[in-house]
C-alpha cells in the first residue's frame, strides 16, 4: 500500500503564490514518476508538473514559467511551487505517483484563486 497526503492548498489572490507538498509513504519502490494533476468543476483532470526518476519534468502548457516541480527523494516528497496565480489555476490539485505496482493518488487539495 501507498499512502499520499497532500498539504499547502488553500485561498490566494490573483498574482500571489503557493506551495504544495506531497508526502509518500508505504510500500514505495521502483518510482517511475511523481507529479501533480488538477481538476477544475467540469473540466477533466490535466497534468500540472511531473518529476521522472531520471529528472525530467514535464509542465502543462497552461503552467509553464510560473509552476516548479521539485523533489526530495529522500524523503519520498513531491513539491509544486506556484507563483503568478491565476483565476483559471482554481482546481482541486492531486498528487501522482507511478511506481511499478502501480498508479497512487491522494486525496486532493483546493487551490482557490480569487480576482
Known amino acids: 500500500q501507498v499512502q499520499l497526503v497532500e498539504s499547502g492548498g488553500g485561498l490566494v489572490q490573483a498574482g500571489g503564490s503557493l506551495r504544495l507538498a506531497c508526502a509518500a509513504s508505504?510500500?514505495?519502490?521502483?518510482?517511475?514518476?511523481m507529479g501533480w494533476y488538477r481538476q477544475a468543476p467540469g473540466k477533466q483532470r490535466e497534468l500540472v508538473a511531473r518529476?521522472?526518476?531520471?529528472?525530467?519534468?514535464t509542465y502543462g502548457d497552461s503552467v509553464k514559467g510560473r509552476f516548479t516541480i521539485s523533489r526530495d527523494s529522500a524523503k519520498n516528497t513531491v513539491y509544486l511551487q506556484m507563483n503568478s496565480l491565476k483565476p483559471e489555476d482554481t482546481a482541486v490539485y492531486s498528487c501522482?505517483?507511478?511506481?511499478?505496482?502501480?498508479?497512487?493518488w491522494g486525496q486532493g487539495t483546493q487551490v482557490t484563486v480569487s480576482s
Open positions: 518529476d521522472s526518476s531520471v529528472g525530467t519534468r
Open positions: 508505504g510500500s514505495i519502490f521502483s518510482i517511475n514518476f
Open positions: 501522482n505517483l507511478n511506481q511499478r505496482s502501480g498508479s497512487y
